[in-house]
């Protein structure tokens, strides 16, 4: 990061904390994964700056310990519903954006889509899939760019599917 020399003096340490969570939480670092929360920077991970000659900014490297978010093909995870259409839907598990096309559903709900309420209805009308409503599927692919991390998901097998009707929890 660079460092601007009115952040210079005692409280250096603490504003370079402060602005690697500000700038990295939140964020996507392609096939890394998204970073949920910056856990651990210690005083003795950030390295001594170097000056910039042109700019007078100093440029410092700071190691930390972060949770990410990294979907893997075939990993099983539970997601709300956030729109709900006649060629599938599309739900999130935090920041991760996952479609399941109907042809990824059981067959008692290939057909059952109904536009008037928006949901995926099966044949005995126990299973309801609509808007906020909870899904466990399992991830058949996932696509990394630079900035954002996409997956198509089933709930075609065993134990998987509608977990929870209501709202999301």
Not at 3 to 31: H, N
Not at 57 to 72: D, G
Not at 147 to 165: H, Q
Request: hydrophobic letters at 40%; a negative charge.
């Amino acid at each position: 990061m660079y460092l601007a020399p009115q952040y210079f003096g005692p409280r250096m340490r603490s504003y370079i904390k402060d602005e690697i969570v500000k700038s990295v939480e939140g964020t996507c670092l392609g096939r890394e994964g998204y970073v949920i929360a910056v856990m651990e920077l210690k005083n003795d991970d950030i390295d001594t700056g170097v000056v910039e000659y042109d700019t007078g900014m100093v440029s410092v490297n700071a190691r930390y310990s972060a949770i990410l978010l990294r979907p893997f093909k075939n990993e099983v995870v539970d997601a709300v519903v956030t729109q709900v259409n006649e060629i599938g839907f599309f739900s999130e598990a935090g920041p991760l954006a996952i479609f399941v096309s109907r042809h990824a559903m059981p067959e008692d709900l290939q057909d059952g889509y109904d536009a008037d309420v928006e949901s995926w209805i099966s044949e005995d009308k126990e299973v309801e899939i609509k808007q906020r409503c909870v899904v466990r599927l399992k991830l058949l692919g996932v696509t990394c760019d630079t900035n954002e991390i996409t997956a198509v998901g089933t709930i075609k097998d065993d134990y998987l599917g509608l977990i929870s009707m209501g709202t999301a929890y």
